[in-house]
């Protein structure tokens, strides 16, 4: 199964991850002692990679990636689908190999499952819970991502049900509060960046008056911060679909429903990546 997203490099990924685990380049590093002093080099190992919880599957290929790199001849086999809901108990991926490649690959490669699963499953409940509210809303999630992992973490929302906000600071402006009290106003804010010829214009606002001038100044996505329900329903009045409208701010699986239900386009969770609780993944081994 191949893994390709754009902007990621999975073979400089797990190469940096795995060096990181084996200490290469500090005094005494460069290689797994347990396995090289425990394991006879020709061992060969068979394991299974199974869910203890009930989670969404969301990187797999990258596991794959991190065994074949110690054992490039391993055989692995992958079960389940990305994006895949599965029962406790489920069994994820089959392999086998060398025993001392397999070990020493094996914590790096479920810390990374693991983290994504994480994700995917926290965003599928938030999908759910969503649509108690609306049918038609979508779930965005933020740039609230690990240094370096944003591109992943951003992939399992995606196999969680989410649609990604914007990747960076490149493919789209968001006028924050900070970006408005250096301009002046929402509207001179928004008229720069239009000026500028940059699309789309995302504007955050906290105040029913600042809609109509970010939209009359070239808004094309108006970011409705921590607002009621009941303020969000007058905002997306007053919007009258000449924007995006997107609620944001403390939302919660408690809250979210509700929040939908204003008649929003999208509602955006920065805690999806920010505080998603790794899933319950584990790998047992025996002598093939």
């Known amino acids: 199964m191949s893994f390709n997203l ?16 084996l200490g290469v380049g500090l005094s005494g590093g460069g ?11 020709e ?37 389940v689908a990305e994006g895949e809901a599965v029962e406790p108990g489920s069994e994820l991926m089959r392999l086998s ?65 989410a649609q990604n906000h914007r990747m960076g600071l490149w493919d789209a402006a968001m006028i924050k509060d900070n970006h408005v009290a250096v301009a002046g106003s929402v509207g001179e804010a928004v008229r720069r960046a239009a000026g500028a010829g940059v699309e789309p214009i995302i504007c955050e606002v906290d105040r029913l008056d600042q809609i109509e001038p970010a939209i009359a100044a070239g808004a094309h996505h108006i970011l409705l911060d921590n607002m009621t329900p009941e303020t969000l329903r007058e905002a997306v009045a007053i919007i009258a679909g000449r924007a995006a409208s997107e609620a944001s701010g403390g939302i919660d699986l408690e809250r979210i429903a509700a929040k939908a239900a204003s008649g929003v386009d999208y509602v955006s969770v920065g805690r999806l990546t920010q505080s998603a609780p790794a899933a319950d993944i584990g790998l047992d081994f025996e002598p093939a």
């Open 6 to 21: 754009p902007g990621f490099y999975l073979d400089r990924f797990v190469r940096e991850t795995l060096d990181e685990d």
């Open 31 to 41: 290689r797994d002692v347990t396995s090289d002093s425990v394991i006879p080099a």
């Open 43 to 79: 061992a060969r190992f068979s394991g299974v990679m199974d869910s203890r919880d009930a989670i969404v599957v969301a990187g797999l290929p990258l596991a794959a990636a991190f065994f074949r790199a110690l054992d490039p001849g391993c055989a692995v086999e992958i079960l």
């Open 97 to 161: 190999g060398n025993a001392r490649a397999l070990l020493t690959a094996e914590r790096s490669a479920l810390n990374t499952v693991q983290h994504l699963c994480g994700i995917a499953t926290m965003t599928r409940a938030y999908v759910t819970a969503m649509r108690a509210g609306s049918a038609t809303c979508t779930l965005l999630d933020t740039r609230k991502t690990l240094p370096g992992l944003r591109a992943l973490e951003k992939y399992a929302t995606r196999q969680g049900g």
